[in-house]
């Protein structure tokens, strides 16, 4: 049973002159408690449209949507109270890029305001605020402005807020993006610890592959208002089927970057780029000797990079291959035989065509 | 002291303190008709300001009815010169205070004449809350209530005490006019005693006398918006 289910939403936006703008398009998703969903694509995607449906900040106009077993909206009519909805968005956490927090009242103030309908007794309210922020390491902040914390402290009381009414789901919306890279690590950190302790689940937008390799147990790629791949984060990252989700993968964008600064000549018919990207354990023989003894090709490396991927670590290659089409075709079979996913690219970096 | 003031502002003096002309009596209608003007057009303008915020397009309670009608009436109400409101809501004064003249009838066209100013004002300042609070609220799952006076009213309040200052300051102009129905008032010892008998020096100290108010509202108004602001700095 799954705990956010999302049937062939769409969101389009009515535009004064001509057609109306899909921001989300047919997209179906399903998912399971104690996941963390990772939802990726570079920005205009639709990703936040998208998800602000689960909540429905934003209405969308066709598809349906079931959130923990109760219907929100089904064949684009809501069909649930708005003080309905009122109370099953305290079921559902949000956090922004922006944080997002009360300026104008203190760090515990705005915890707070979260637990405002509980009727709670001032001391019980305090009480719980505190609880809150030393969940996330910040009870000695209680009483200063948001304005005196960095972004990554900001972000988490907004963490602290969102976590307020114990809800099951917890929304992250571009939380990573505004943060430098340490706090950026400490917040996932946090998302994922929240995630093992409460069996909470977390859906992450983002634009950076980097947040939801880290974390993301299942990962749904996205582009022009389309889900165009989904599935577990290994499926995804080990055998990407989509030309984006190729290039997302295996720390790709740097690869890509890395050719780019490279600069190479345009390919000759008797050289070949290969983006190569494997599960360390899984590959025990060296790739590029084997490719050499067996079947006599040069092949040098032009970018390399181990990394975790959900804590297994996994390798991505980047070589050029000299030899005459004939071992070209060879040296693909052989790769295809390894544990190895293979992309060829040509000189820029983008996906091969012939 | 006396001495110095009688042979270089003979008028002023000669109005004296107290009495129906004085100065102690036009200064406190001046007061009387600004602090009770603000606080009647101040919560109209609020009520105004919050209703047209909420309910416009995209607001947190659209309704097409509620945020027409109120955007109508603020701005047929802004429309009217105040000296022509003065008389034209006339007949209303008579129903509401029982006489259309003196200090207590003015409070009526005064209000009536300051709202929707003041309305425009809050809508402007409520606008400028980040939607992203607003949406954060909605989040939570806060109720609109709390969400018009904890996230609208609260983080915009060091921009309401700014507008406030500001509307009150123009509030003490339109009292000046008020002297037009007998209402009294600083203004009114300016333009009769002094303008209409060719007094200056009665002329000069009044207005003086309402440049130093307004210099207190302004510096009040200031401390408070600086005060309450907790944004980065």
């Known amino acids: 049973m799954s705990i956010v289910e999302l049937k062939n939403v769409e969101v389009a936006f009515p535009q004064k002159k001509g057609e109306a703008v899909k921001a989300v398009n047919n997209v179906s998703l399903s998912i399971e408690k104690g996941d963390i969903y990772g939802i990726v694509g570079f920005s205009g995607a639709g990703k936040s449209t998208l998800v602000r449906t689960v909540n429905l900040l934003q209405k969308p106009t066709a598809g349906s949507i079931t959130v923990d077993g109760t219907e929100f909206v089904r064949d684009g009519k809501q069909v649930i109270s708005n003080k309905e909805l009122q109370l099953k968005r305290r079921n559902i956490g949000m956090i922004f890029q922006g944080f997002n927090l009360l300026n104008e009242t203190t760090v515990l103030e705005n915890v707070a305001f979260a637990l405002k309908h509980e009727k709670l007794s001032d001391e019980e309210l305090e009480k719980r605020s505190l609880e809150l922020l030393d969940l996330v390491d910040l009870k000695d902040k209680a009483d200063f402005y948001p304005a005196e914390l960095s972004g990554g402290q900001q972000q988490r009381v907004a963490i602290a807020r969102a976590l307020a009414n114990n809800p099951d789901i917890l929304i992250s919306d571009e939380a990573t993006s505004a943060l430098d890279p340490q706090n950026t690590q400490q917040i996932l950190d946090l998302l994922k610890r929240l995630n093992k302790k409460f069996h909470l689940t977390v859906i992450l937008i983002t634009h950076e592959m980097d947040a939801v390799k880290k974390i993301a147990t299942k990962v749904a790629v996205m582009e022009h208002g389309n889900v165009i791949e989904d599935g577990s984060l290994r499926d995804v990252f080990l055998h990407p089927k989509q030309e984006l989700t190729k290039k997302f993968v295996g720390g790709s964008l740097e690869a890509i970057s890395t050719l780019n600064s490279l600069a190479l000549d345009k390919l000759s018919e008797d050289e070949a780029i290969y983006q190569l990207v494997y599960s360390v354990a899984n590959v025990t023989k060296s790739i590029i000797i084997e490719l050499y003894k067996q079947i006599g090709v040069e092949v040098s490396m032009l970018y390399g990079n181990v990394e975790l991927l959900n804590e297994e670590p996994i390798g991505t290659l980047v070589v050029l291959v000299k030899g005459d089409p004939a071992e070209q075709k060879q040296t693909q079979e052989f790769l295809a035989k390894q544990n190895v996913t293979f992309t060829r690219l040509d000189e820029k970096g983008n996906v091969y065509h012939d | ?233």
């Open chain 2, 1 to 233: 002291m006396i001495s110095f003031l009688s042979k270089y502002l003979p008028n002023v003096v000669q109005l004296g303190w107290g009495g129906d002309a004085g100065w102690g009596t036009s200064i406190f209608q001046t007061l009387f008709m600004t602090f009770w003007s603000a606080i009647f057009g101040g919560i109209l303008g609020i009520i105004f300001g919050v209703v047209l915020v909420l309910t416009k397009d995209g607001g947190i309670r659209p309704n097409k009815f509620w945020y027409n009608f109120s955007d109508k009436l603020v701005s047929i109400f802004r429309a009217i010169p105040f000296i022509i409101l003065l008389a034209f809501v006339a007949p209303v004064t008579q129903k509401i205070v029982g006489t259309q003249i003196g200090m207590k009838a003015a409070l009526v066209p005064l209000t009536l004449g300051v709202f929707p100013f003041y309305a425009r004002q809050v809508q402007v300042a409520l606008e400028s809350v980040d939607p992203g609070k607003v949406e954060a609220a909605e989040s939570l799952g806060s109720t609109t209530r709390d969400i018009i006076f904890d996230v609208y009213l609260r983080e915009s309040r060091s921009e309401l005490i700014r507008v406030s200052t500001v509307t009150i300051i123009s509030l003490i102009g339109l009292t000046a006019m008020a002297g037009a129905v007998g209402a009294g008032g600083l203004g009114n010892t300016a333009i009769s005693y002094g303008y209409n008998r060719f007094n200056n020096d009665v002329t000069l100290v009044a207005t003086i006398l309402v440049i130093i108010l307004i210099f207190i509202v302004q510096i009040i108004g200031d401390f408070f918006a600086k005060r309450m602001n907790h944004q980065s700095r």
